[in-house]
């Protein structure tokens, strides 16, 4: 574990100075302008007052239920299936690994943020249906970390740019913590409703099927959202 530790310590120190090279100038003038001024008070309740920052902040309580239920649960769902012991580790370290591929925030450079996020969560919410009512194999196992992987933490970017863009980058810091907020609670329940459910049902299948309709339930919520910025340079007081 120290070992694993100090190899991580090390990626970070490598990657840190790389971001020396990131591009400042070539923010917009039109996100410049909307964020040269505010209070964060304003921000935050003009964010809150947008229907679809309630809608995101909604949407991403899934992502987070999602992602811990499975992360933590994975490997007893597969030792209850009788599956080989490594799979667990092979299935988690191919999550890992697609992963890095499906870090697709530059899709929401292409397309609209808010449907890139709604398609993720279709596939997510299919692949883990398909997971469960599939008989199981070293195969089936694969596949799903595979796909899982791939849509795994692309929604963060597709969800912090998708606040950037509406609200500006001023109180972007704020204003996606919210959200992310509501993505670790439905992180902790995830975790946790894995457990009681598996302790008092003695199987996993409710949360599964919870998992799936959730992440239906989550394109549903971000497919209307408005991407349209948001003018906030002047006082809710003054605007009203």
Known sequence: MSVALLALAGI?????????WLD??????????????????????????NPGYRLLTLGFFTCGFQLAF??????????LCHMPVGLSA?????????????SCGWLGGRFRPQ???????????TAIGLFVAAPK?????????????LTWLGTVPLTSGLVARVFG???????????????????????????????????Y?????ATALAGFVAALLHFPIDDRPVLASAPLAERA
């Open 137 to 149: 194999s070293e195969a089936v196992v694969v596949a799903f970390a595979a796909i899982m992987g």
């Open 115 to 125: 449907h890139v996020l709604g398609w993720l969560y279709v596939v997510r919410g």
């Open 12 to 20: 970070i120190l490598t990657v840190a100075p790389l971001g020396l």
């Open 90 to 102: 092979t299935a988690l370290a191919l999550i890992g690994l697609f992963n890095m591929v499906g």
């Open 205 to 209: 299948d409710p949360v599964w099927l």
């Open 24 to 49: 400042r100038a070539s923010r917009s003038s039109t996100i410049a302008d909307r964020t040269a001024s505010g209070a964060l008070s304003d921000a935050i309740e003009q964010a809150w007052r």
């Open 169 to 203: 980058v001023r109180h972007l810091g704020t204003l996606f913590g919210i959200v992310f907020l509501s993505h670790q609670v439905g992180s902790f329940l995830g975790a946790w409703l894995g457990g009681v459910i598996l302790d008092v049902a003695g199987s």
């Open 70 to 79: 499975i992360a933590t649960h994975l490997p007893g769902y597969l030792s």
